[in-house]
Antibody, heavy 118, light 110 residues
Framework: QVQLRESDPGLVRPSGTLSLTCTVS?????????WTWVRQTPGKGLEWIGE???????NYNPSLKTRVSMSVDKSKNQFSLSLNSVTAADTAMYYC???????????WGQGILVTVSS | QSALTQPASVSGSPGQWITISCTGT?????????VSWYQHHPGKAPKLIIY???KRPSGVSNRFSGSKSGNTASLTISGLQSEDEAEYFC??????????FGTGTEVTVL
């Protein structure tokens, strides 16, 4: 049974960079070609941030594309999210997840609350 | 792409059945059979209960079933039980935004 856990970035300052790592256990990160990040806010609900593809380029939500970057570290069984120029609007519960074939999220982390505040 | 529309809340008595709708557009829900449903208890990881509109993952109760008509997908929970009380949300594979989520529905067991 695959398990995913998001790292805790602590408090993130406005205009700074939000960095999160997802550690995959119970399965190899190669168990899927796609791994994704999703966030949830009370106002906007669930929002897909993007997906990292083990065999090619990542795909990002067009609304966040200029600020987001994702990567994979196969040796550590981890994948990561970086979101720069953050504002209070980026305060959300962030989830990492695995994508099953075809095109559905089959496993989720518990989520980590990230607060952007000075 | 906008979020898929779900009712904010649905309730039912134990043993009854309820249906949750998930309305999108011809660019997402209506474009192909790639709608999934999730159950989310507070503080826990969301759980996949339906994928590809009608399929249930191994271990998921057959009290959960899915369907789709046009741009609207639906989740039916039959034989409602207290442990079914949770938030449910849908997701569709989209176009420009690859995964579009529903607004979420709180299910209350009376």
């Amino acid at each position: 049974q695959v398990q995913l856990r998001e790292s805790d970035p602590g408090l993130v300052r406005p205009s700074g960079t939000l960095s999160l790592t997802c550690t995959v256990s119970g399965a190899s990160i190669t168990s899927s070609d796609w791994w994704t990040w999703v966030r949830q806010t009370p106002g906007k609900g669930l929002e897909w941030i993007g997906e990292v593809y083990l065999r090619g380029s990542p795909n990002y939500n067009p609304s966040l594309k200029t600020r987001v970057s994702m990567s994979v570290d196969k040796s550590k069984n981890q994948f990561s999210l970086s979101l720069n120029s953050v504002t209070a609007a980026d305060t959300a519960m962030y989830y990492c997840a695995r994508i099953g074939v075809p095109h559905y999220v089959d496993s989720w982390g518990q989520g980590i609350l990230v607060t952007v505040s000075s | 792409q906008s979020a898929l529309t779900q009712p904010a809340s649905v309730s039912g008595s134990p043993g009854q059945w309820i249906t949750i709708s998930c309305t999108g557009t011809s660019s997402d829900v209506g474009s192909r059979d790639l709608v999934s449903w999730y159950q989310h208890h507070p503080g826990k990881a969301p759980k996949l209960i339906i994928y590809e509109v009608t399929k249930r993952p191994s271990g998921v109760s057959n009290r959960f079933s899915g369907s789709k008509s046009g741009n609207t997908a639906s989740l039916t929970i039959s034989g409602l039980q207290s442990e079914d009380e949770a938030e449910y949300f849908c997701c569709s594979y989209g176009s420009s935004v690859l995964y579009v989520f529903g607004t979420g529905t709180e299910v209350t067991v009376l």
